[in-house]
């Protein structure tokens, strides 16, 4: 049997990551690790938060709940994944991607790292090089799939 880990958080249940699932569990026996880093929600935002002076109130950073809408995001991709049989687990990690996947591969051996991203344009993972610095750092064979919207 082969092992997957998937770093994914805006892209989970995206057409283009299950596909990529889905075409390892043809390939043979596949069991796969979601890991879903808690970002602070004020990152994801398209625009920056408002500013006091503009009227707005400043957001002040908020872990728990960031953990409790990741964890939301894991369950609902874990149910999705389940529900085509898909032999799958999962937990909500650090905020930084590396940590995050560090921290899980502490506990599990894998054969692959799966990294889900936004398209180039919009990805502040690929900006970061995560796929490369994941495979530097790990050694692992670090595949990168890319959303198109």
Known sequence: ????????YQTLGRRELTEAIQERTVAGPADFWL???ATRLVELAPLPPPMPTMGGVASLPDPEHDRKVA?????TA????SAHAIQVGGEVGDADPVRAVKHA?????VDEIIVATLPAHVSKWLRQDLPHRLEHHFHVPVTHVASQA
């Open 105 to 109: 591969l502490r506990r599990r051996q």
């Open 35 to 37: 890991v879903v880093p």
């Open 78 to 81: 874990l149910q999705q994944l």
């Open 1 to 8: 049997m082969r092992h997957y880990l998937v770093v994914a």
């Open 71 to 75: 964890q939301g995001r894991l369950d």
